[in-house]
């Protein structure tokens, strides 16, 4: 894939130290999609999330935190149970999350129970 060809990713983090956790999240929200507090979406090219990268490797203690990034395919089904990490119809560089990347939002109905007998 060529290093400036956008595709999702999914970042996550553990920090330790609370001023480390601030700094932290203040770079990833600024280009990420916040999903749950320490859970964020990027849609950018390998350069951009190395670029990334290179900036958390400063910002962190190596031995007790904890960040990790996962390339997402194009597509993906991903069920949500709750709360939406974001409202319906909000767009995402041309995506719906809610259609495009989230996929269909899981039922929120109470499973049917056959009644014994």
Known sequence: MPSNEKRPYLLSYDIANPKRLVRIHRV???SGLSLQYSVFYFFCSA??????KEMLC???DSRRDDIRIYPLPRRIQ???LGKAPVAD???L???SLQADFMGRKAKREKPSVAAAG
């Open 93 to 95: 560089y041309g995506l």
């Open 78 to 80: 991903v069920d949500t």
């Open 47 to 52: 350069r951009e999330i190395q670029g990334l």
């Open 58 to 60: 400063q910002k962190i």
């Open 89 to 91: 119809g909000v767009l």
């Open 28 to 30: 990833v929200s600024e």
